[in-house]
């Protein structure tokens, strides 16, 4: 099945730096969404993108969508030792055979934040 | 408070041995999903359900059995049938079909 691909897979960046990271999908979709998930913890739903739009924005997060490219990026600015988690881009898309729309997950992106 | 409340945190499980995880929510949302993560990995559909009584299978449903006889809870069986069952299970649940999910924390199961 179709599953958004995070690039890079680990990051390391100082406080206060600002941290980038890509998301690449196969086929057509209603949305895109990060998520984030600290170390043995359930995932915290960050921000959402419709497929119609090309960039959001909130608090210190901008999210871009390019569906030509087929991709997305999450930007966070000025991070914080607290922002050290893993993030995962999911796909919301049409899911084959059962005729509904389904969440799709990548692998994630390892965000280490150095104090 | 409002959410989702996954039970147990730490299972462990027998040769041969069915184990149930348990799920409730109190979100008043309609669908609820169970994902399957392993270590590095993105997280892979188990199950969903849109509605109480109706269930549809995921990716890798072999091996796991569901159940949604109220809106409040979706318990996932891990049958013996699942050679390889260690991993952390992950419940969601959303208010629309294209909406944001709302996870528990997460059941860590491990084979004795």
């Known amino acids: 099945s179709q599953q958004g691909e995070e690039d890079p897979q680990a990051l390391s960046i100082q406080e206060g730096e600002n941290a980038t990271m890509n998301c690449s999908y196969k086929?057509?979709?209603?949305?895109l969404q990060w998520y984030r998930q600290n170390s043995g913890r359930g995932l915290v739903h960050l921000i959402l993108?419709?497929?119609?739009?090309r960039e959001k924005h909130s608090g210190r997060l901008r999210v871009t969508l390019d569906t030509s490219k087929k991709s997305s990026s999450l930007l966070i600015t000025a991070s914080r030792a607290a922002d050290t988690a893993s993030y995962f881009c999911?796909?919301?898309?049409?899911?084959?055979?059962?005729?509904?729309?389904?969440?799709?997950f990548g692998k994630g992106t390892k965000l280490s934040v150095i104090p | 408070d409002g959410g989702i409340t996954q039970s147990p945190k730490y299972l462990f499980r027998k040769e041969g041995q069915n184990v149930t995880l348990s799920c409730e929510q109190n979100l008043n949302h309609d669908a609820m999903y169970w994902y399957r993560q392993d270590p590095g990995q993105g997280l892979r559909l188990i199950y969903y359900?849109?509605?109480?009584?109706?269930?549809q299978k995921g990716d890798i449903a072999e091996g796991y059995s569901v159940s949604r006889e109220k809106k409040e809870s979706f318990p996932l069986t891990v049958t013996s049938a699942q050679k390889n069952p260690t991993a952390f299970y992950l419940c969601?649940?959303?208010?629309?079909?294209?909406?944001?999910?709302?996870f528990g924390s997460g059941t860590q199961l491990s084979v004795l």
């Open positions: 086929t057509s979709i209603n949305n």
């Open positions: 359900s849109q509605i109480v009584n109706d269930f």
């Open positions: 969601a649940s959303s208010m629309e079909q294209r909406g944001k999910l709302f």
């Open positions: 993108i419709r497929s119609n739009e």
């Open positions: 999911a796909t919301h898309h049409r899911y084959s055979g059962a005729g509904s729309y389904q969440l799709t």
